[in-house]
Every structure is written in structure tokens, then in C-alpha cells.
């Protein structure tokens, strides 16, 4: 899903922030959240991290960039309870509103009811027993894309040159297990890019590790 | 006063009381995150690994080879650790780690991460122009050390050892320990030397 989220090479986001010492939790509310997401896996609002990122990545992008990480984690679960028919949003809003909330506070969650079953890059086949594609060494060029649903291959890696490093066996294809289709188990690969490549000025290597449905071959003239 | 609680807070109550009331959730869960990612899981599990690395050169060598099952034999608890890659810097090769996509991080071994590794600045920046952003965050490395970024995109995650400081020789592994920072196991620091 090309959202908010999908911030590697963005420019704009100048400030780091950066501080040496901070607390865990910054307020008991933060703690809770995260009490919330586990206790939410364990009631059946969401089954694995694919779908719990997608529910991240469809909150309200204003929100996403000003509710800092707890409060994206706040609207992802919020979807995800919605969604899963444990608590409706009308009753969420009608509690916080008896604790003081105001009646316009910005929501951050974006429940939908409808589950369309988009998904992100189609695998182009079932590798299970088979022989992975590509090897250490191997050049490869990932695929051009733009899916509505989740994926793991960002945006500023899309449609690039790189090498093959190392491959890490199966793992279940969050582009599939995001949208409730299994484990749908693919190859994933260490891939190495060189900066210039993905069109960045500072010389540097850059590594992901990307699946091979995101792949394709190149031959390499020599 | 400004002790108005924030909207986000006030949602978070709404969501905790209702679940309260369904028994799908306990006071006592919220408490036990607080303890277990305060106390018991954080930074100084990595750090043991790294100060052992640096006094112990066949552990230094597994540790490249399979972090996964060190981590399993220490027992580390904190989760979203499935695989474990430790990268070594050197004189010529610096590496940072970053999850440009979503905020992964080697829970197990460093406790939940800060706030800037999971805003927008760090994830935009340190895939276009790590040189900049790190000399930004106070470390300035040498024109002739290169930079490799862990964009951590799948399930696997990625802790640096950092370079041992020089004046350390004469300090034992638990005193080596207390030197090593969450940020140097980020990438985004050098340990200095002892004053």
C-alpha cells in the first residue's frame, strides 16, 4: 500500500528528534496501548503482524505523522477491534466522550467493514518444495508496483537494480497473510543495492529483505 | 495546569475500560508490560552479548554466524526476534539499522525502541543520506568508512557490535557491559573511551 507509512527516501522530514534518554513509556496510556494490541491478538481481532501492520498503514495519515507511535498503534487496534466485530466504533466514541473527550477529536482509526480482499504483489507461483529462484550472487531488478493492499517492498526500492546477498529461506508472504490468506510461505532474500542505483547522492549500501515474488532476473553483460 | 489528559489517552481508556468489562483484558496485563519492559527486557541484553563478543573471539565468531540461537540460549525474553543477524563494524565498515516501513527492532535484545527511531526524520533519512543524518546524531564517521544500511523489511532483525574502544583492554566483560549504549547497537553511535 503506497500510504503515509512508507517513508524511506521522503523528503521533508527534516527534524530527527533525536535524544539520548527517554522513558519507555512516556505516559500510562502508551503502556496500555500495548497491553491493548497483545490483548487484542489474544481475543481474536487479528491473527498475525502482517495484518496488525496493514491496520497501522490505513489509519488516518494526518494522524499518522501527529499521534506519534502509540497513537498509530492506538488506531490500528481501534480498526482491528471494529473490524473484528468486538467493540463498534459508536460505543468506543460514546466512552470517551463520558471521560472528557471532545465530540470532534481526531480518530485515528479507519475500520472497514467491508474487508475488501485487496492484496499486495500477487506470488507468481507456490515454492514449497521447490528450488529458490535466484542465489547469492545473482543480479535482479524488483518488480514496478503499486498495491492498494500490504506489502513489504517500499517505494524508493520499487523497480531497482540489485544483488542477491544471501537467501533466508521461507517465510510466510506478508503481502497475502496481511489480507487473511495463510502463510502463503515464499523465499526471502538479502538484497544489496548501491545508493546511486536508487537514485540517493550519498554513496552507501543499502540491504533489504525482500521476497521473491518483489523479483526479477537480470542478465548482467559483462 | 495542563493536565487536560490528551485525546489519545482519553480514547485509550474508552478502548481499556470496554475491554475490562468484556474480560478481555486485565489491570494486571498492563502492569506486567510495564515491569517486563522496564526491568527485564531492554538494551543491557544486547549489550551482554557485545562485551562477551569483545573478549571472546570464538563467541564473537558464533554471534556472526547464528545470533538466533544465542539468543535462544540466553533466554531473553521480549519477543520479535525470529531470526537475529548481528553485523560487526570495523575500521572501513560502519553499519546502521533502521525499518523504514514500520518500526521493527530486535525487541529481545534491545527493549522496545525509542521514539526517534520510529519517527519519520530517522525512517525518511537514513536510507537517502545516512553520512548526513549520523553526523547529525553526533557521530561523524571517516570519509574512508563505508556505510551499510539494514532496511528491516521482513521478519529478520539486525543488531550492530559496535567497535570496542580503545583504553578498554584492561576492563573484565561486566565492566565492558556498562559502556555499551542502545545506540551503538542502533548504529547511530560509537562507544567512547572510558574517561
Redesign the interface.
Known sequence: MDGI????????????????D?P??????E??????V???A??GAYTN?DQF?HA?ERIDPKAY?E?????RW?GA??TL?VESG??TTA???E??TR????PD???AARPDPTKTQTTGIPAQRNPIGEAPWFQAGDAIQTVQAAPLGHT???S?ARNKKGFITAC?GL?PY?DLRAHGHGEQLQY?Y?VTFDSLN?G????????????EPYLNPIEIIQ | MSDQ???????????????IE?N??TSA??DT??TT??EQV?PMNGAKLVARAWVDARFKARLLEDATTIVQEYGFEGGQVD?LIVKACTESVHHVV?C????CYPWAVL??????Y????????I???????LT??GLSLPETT???????????RYMVLPLRPAGTEALDETALAELI?R?AMIG?AAIETPS
Open positions: 507509512h512508507d517513508l524511506g527516501g521522503q523528503a521533508g522530514h527534516n527534524a530527527l528528534g533525536y535524544h539520548r527517554e519507555v513509556f512516556k505516559d500510562r496510556w503502556a496500555v496501548v500495548f497491553t491493548l497483545r490483548a487484542s489474544q481475543a503482524i501492520r497501522v505523522l499521534h506519534g507511535y502509540y497513537g492506538l487496534v481501534e477491534l468486538i467493540l460505543e468506543i466514541t466512552r470517551a471521560l472528557g473527550a471532545a477529536d481526531l480518530i513489504r517492498l517500499p524508493y533466508q517465510w506478508p526471502l538479502t536508487l540517493f547522492s550519498e554513496a552507501f549500501e543499502l540491504n533489504l529483505d525482500l521476497f | 489528559p490528551s485525546p489519545q489517552s482519553l480514547r485509550t481508556e474508552a478502548i481499556e475500560t470496554l475491554l468484556k478481555l483484558l496485563a498492563i508490560v510495564l519492559f522496564s531492554g531470526k533502521v523504514t516501513l514500520c518500526s527493549g522496545l525502541p525509542p521514539r526517534w520510529k519517527d519519520p526524520g530517522y525512517r525518511s533519512r536510507v537517502r543520506e545516512p553520512r548526513k543524518v547529525e546524531m563505508s556505510i551499510k544500511v539494514w532496511d528491516s523489511s521482513a521478519e529478520i549504549t545506540d547511530v
